[in-house]
C-alpha cells in the first residue's frame, strides 16, 4: 500500500512539473530561453529511487513533454527515458545531498539534451552564436532552479527511499 502511494505521489509530483512547465515557465523566459524543469525532476528522482524507476518517470514525463509540446513523438520520451536510467546507474558515484553533484549532474544533463535538441529539431537555425547562446543560458536557469526545488525534491526522495526500505524490509 505505502508503494502505490509513492508511486501515485510521484506521477502526481510529474504532472505538477509539466503543469509548471506550462503555464508558468513558458513566461518566465530569460533572454528567449525556457528553462526544462522536467530534467532536474528526472535527476532528483532517479538519484532517489534507481535506475528503474529513474527511467520509467523519464519516459512518462518525456511522453507527456512530446505530446504536448513537440511535433514528432519519442525524441523527449527517449532522452528522458535515458537520463533516468543513466543517472540511476550513476547513483551510487553522487550524493543527492551534495549540491556541487546536483550541479555537475543538472549541467552535464541540459548541455547534453539541448545538443541533441538542436541537432535533432531545430536542423534549419544552425548558428553558432545562437546553439552556445541557448545551451548556455538553460544550463544557468537550471542550476538555479535546481536549486530552488532542492528542499521539496529533497523531501520527495526522502519518501521514496522510506516507502523503499520499508518494502525491502518485509
Sequence with gaps: MKKFFVGVLTIFIILLFMWLQINL???F?????????????IIFISLCAGKNIGAI???????????LFENGFGLYTLLFGLLGFIVGIL???FAIDNQLSLL?????????????????????DINLL?????IILEVIYNVFLSFVFYKPLMLLGDIINRSRRAYYEL
Design 25 to 27: 515557465f513558458n513566461y
Design 29 to 41: 523566459a530569460l533572454f528567449g530561453v525556457i528553462p526544462n524543469i522536467g530534467i532536474i525532476l
Design 57 to 67: 518517470s523519464g519516459f512518462v514525463y518525456g511522453a507527456l513533454f512530446d505530446s
Design 91 to 93: 547513483k551510487g558515484n
Design 104 to 124: 555537475i549532474i543538472v549541467s552535464c544533463a541540459t548541455t547534453i539534451i539541448e545538443i541533441i535538441n538542436i541537432a535533432f529539431l531545430d536542423i534549419n
Design 130 to 134: 545562437y546553439i552556445f547562446k541557448t
